[in-house]
């Protein structure tokens, strides 16, 4: 499997500037003006893509009062997942008018669907990629599914163990997945950066010979810059107008200001990472003139010996290298040398 994909002619993978996702989940508060507002921003922010969820409340979970189907605790405490999943979920009748937002913009739109019925709707659409969301990690069918489309694939593996990440990985290589990034992630809503374990996802790259990123719902940009230090090559992040306006995922969403500089920061770190090198790079040459050398700092006569009151090592560094000092003293002068005379070897009897 090549170390590398390609989402819309974008290549992504080492030696690339981070892939960058601006997830839109339900940030959008059930208003097609706001999530086009959203889209914009994204574009705006710097974001290399846009991501969808696809799913309806009864494609993802069924309505049903019992206890196990409330949440306890978080972000949504006491609500039932129905319920919340009937205000997150992105209408399939925007999806054609956002698919076709994003090809006006520039920027690629795909999502993650949550049943087979939704990948075939995003078929219908052109979707380039497929996202596997984390709690769908152990939905091998579905997962097999997106695989068979073809398209590159992008996978999260929040709560997922390593052997879970393991038959994920298989099930979409063995239906045909050809480009494959695993993404590690935290599934917390915010997620600690103290769990972060960006590490990680290097562990995954030399296990499974894949694409690497991360998927990151912590406070802030730390972690997306850690994770690119280490060789995300994918950065994905959810996004909001602000999060004063609320939302089921505001509260763990960056606005675009913050978007923007998350961005910049990952595409700066992916820079400054670079290759392992101990050649004076371009912008250092003409400092190389400030080092340290052995000079003359008093005059000596012709036959003199050199001693630590007439040589030492000074900047500039047109002279001996400073190593050579011990050789020097106690030595002649083979000539007349002025104070401030880079010293050499011809000088040196």
Not at 188 to 198: F, L, R, T
Not at 265 to 293: D, H, P
Request: charged content about 25%; glycine content about 8%.
């Amino acid at each position: 499997m090549p170390q590398a994909l390609t989402i819309a002619g974008r290549k992504i993978g080492q030696g690339q500037p981070p892939f960058v996702i601006a997830e839109l989940s339900g940030n959008h508060n059930g208003d097609i003006g706001r999530a086009k507002q959203l889209m914009r921003a994204a574009k705006d922010a710097g974001a290399d893509a846009v991501k969808l969820q696809t799913y309806t409340a009864d494609t993802i979970t069924i309505s049903h009062d019992g206890p196990e189907f409330r949440i306890t605790g978080g972000l949504w405490h006491n609500r039932s997942l129905h319920d919340l999943y009937r205000e997150a979920h992105t209408p399939w009748e925007w999806h054609p008018e956002l698919f076709q937002l994003g090809r006006d913009l520039g920027i690629p739109v795909f999502s993650s669907p949550f049943d087979e019925t939704a990948v075939d709707f995003l078929e219908e659409l052109g979707t380039p990629a497929y996202k596997v969301a984390s709690f769908e990690l152990i939905d091998l069918p579905l997962i097999r599914k997106m695989a068979s489309t073809g398209k590159p694939m992008i996978m999260s593996t929040g709560l997922g163990s390593l052997g879970e990440i393991s038959e994920a990985i298989e099930a979409a290589r063995g239906a045909g997945c050809k480009e494959l990034a695993v993404l590690h992630c935290v599934s917390a809503y915010p997620s600690p950066v103290e769990e972060a374990n960006v590490r990680t996802m290097t562990h995954l790259a030399e296990a499974f010979d894949v694409v690497v990123g991360l998927s990151d719902h912590s406070p802030g940009s730390a972690v997306p810059a850690a994770a690119v230090a280490l060789g995300a090559s994918v950065v994905e992040k959810h996004m909001t107008l602000a999060r004063a306006d609320g939302g089921p995922d505001s509260a763990f969403s960056l606005e675009p200001d913050e978007f923007r500089e998350m961005a910049e920061t990952c595409r700066l770190v992916q820079k400054a990472v670079g290759r392992v090198s101990y050649e004076t790079t371009e912008s250092e040459k003409g400092n190389l003139i400030f080092r340290r050398s052995l000079y003359v700092v008093a005059d000596i006569a012709a036959g003199e010996e050199f001693t630590a009151s007439n040589v030492r090592s000074i900047r500039p560094g047109k002279g001996l290298p400073p190593k050579h000092l011990p050789q020097v003293l106690g030595r002649a002068a083979r000539r007349a040398i002025k104070r401030g005379t880079a010293l050499s070897w011809t000088d040196v009897d």
